[in-house]
């Protein structure tokens, strides 16, 4: 399994940023459709944003769309979550997640083998 590590969480007052990375090492992970989902106190965890192997196309959750962003760097070996326009309903632990290589999935849990230990993000004033 891919081993994942992600960074970048913290606090930020609504309306603000931030971006959150996902790292591998000894994978490259544009073989991998990558995840990044999230899990509220008491809420089941949710796929928020997703972007495929094959061809980069890209899925986002209806409540983040238009003020989030994924991406991948090439060069770093690295997938982002850029964060714009953060709302206090945004806060929870967020994971990246692999999928089996070369094999592209909805953006839901099941399809997600590697997970990350998460990174926190509050949104609060």
């Known amino acids: 399994q891919v081993q994942l590590v992600e960074s970048g969480g913290g606090l930020v007052q609504p309306g603000g940023s931030l971006r959150l990375s996902c790292a591998a090492s000894r994978f490259t992970l544009d073989y991998y459709a990558i995840g990044w989902f999230r899990q509220a106190p008491g809420k089941e965890r949710e796929g928020v944003s997703c972007?495929?192997?094959?061809?980069?196309?890209?899925y986002y959750a209806d409540s983040v769309k238009g003020r989030f962003t994924i991406s991948r760097d090439h060069a770093k070996n690295t997938v982002y979550l850029q964060m714009n326009s953060l709302k206090p309903e945004d806060t929870a632990v967020y994971y990246c997640?692999?999928?089996?290589?070369?094999?592209?999935?909805?953006?839901?849990?099941?399809?997600?083998?590697?997970w990350g230990q998460g990174t926190q993000v509050t949104v609060s004033s």
């Open positions: 997640a692999a999928a089996q290589p070369r094999v592209d999935v909805a953006c839901i849990e099941d399809g997600f083998v590697s």
């Open positions: 972007i495929s192997s094959s061809d980069g196309s890209t």
